[in-house]
């Protein structure tokens, strides 16, 4: 089974920077597309960013210029650089890959105190 751990969440305040990463394991392939979605309590879980396997990347418009997407496909993993982080910014973060199916991490608190 296919798992997707991330770390780094936290709480910072806001201006700060975090850095989340995820890493997959008990796989022996490389993921289409890795990215990042984040659900607010009361929201919908929206799309942060995500890369593909050749690096092109996606972000959404409220996180453009401040966050940025990288991943290591030997390592299967992906990192999610933060900064400038605003309170809005507030949410868990789940990371996200994709190979014939959608695979889910656990989640990653992050909060932004203002």
């Known amino acids: 089974q296919v798992l997707l751990v991330e770390s780094g969440g936290g709480l910072v305040q806001a201006g700060g920077s975090l850095r989340l990463s995820c890493a997959a394991s008990r796989i022996s392939f490389n993921f289409d597309i890795m990215g990042w979605y984040r659900q607010a309590p009361g929201k919908q879980r929206e799309l942060v960013a995500r890369?593909?396997?050749?690096?092109?990347?996606y972000y959404a418009d409220s996180v453009k210029g401040r966050f940025a997407i990288s991943r290591d496909n030997a390592k299967n993993t992906v990192i999610l650089q933060m900064n400038s982080l605003k309170p809005e910014d507030t949410s868990v973060y789940y990371c996200y890959a994709r190979y014939s199916n959608d695979y889910w991490g656990q989640g990653t608190q992050v909060t932004v105190s203002s």
């Open positions: 890369i593909t396997s050749g690096g092109t990347t």
